[in-house]
């Protein structure tokens, strides 16, 4: 069974700092391009970094662009999602995502996990 599982989530205090894992499982990680996304109810899933499987570049939402870094770990089968000076608009569930097609950008993935909640208070 393919399979992706987060972790990491919490409440966390502005300007504080979490690390989201993902785990994945059932396919073969090294070749899939990992993405991270985050939801608020009532609003449109938003992209937020992902990384290639082929050099290991990372892509990032505007949004979190110099506070959030992605990084992969393809012997522990692991995506990290170092996520620094948080705000409170960071509040979301967060979700990792597999493609075997990665395209930087793109909402579009094979396969997701069950999503983790970070709560960022002011």
């Known amino acids: 069974e393919r399979q992706l599982v987060e972790s990491g989530g919490g409440l966390v205090q502005a300007g504080g700092s979490v690390r989201l894992s993902c785990v994945g499982s059932?396919?073969?990680?090294?070749?899939?391009?990992i993405g991270w996304f985050r939801q608020v109810p009532g609003k449109e899933r938003e992209g937020v970094s992902s990384?290639?499987?082929?050099?290991?570049?990372?892509y990032y939402a505007d949004s979190v662009k110099g506070r959030f870094t992605f990084s992969r770990d393809n012997a522990k089968n692991t995506g990290y999602l170092q996520m620094n000076s948080l705000k409170p608009e960071d509040t979301a569930v967060y979700y990792c995502?597999?493609?075997?097609?990665?395209?930087?950008?793109?909402?579009?993935?094979?396969?997701w996990g069950q999503g983790t909640q970070v709560t960022v208070s002011s």
């Open positions: 995502a597999a493609d075997r097609s990665y395209l930087a950008g793109a909402m579009e993935y094979d396969y």
């Open positions: 990384i290639s499987p082929r050099d290991g570049s990372a």
């Open positions: 059932g396919f073969t990680f090294r070749n899939y391009g």
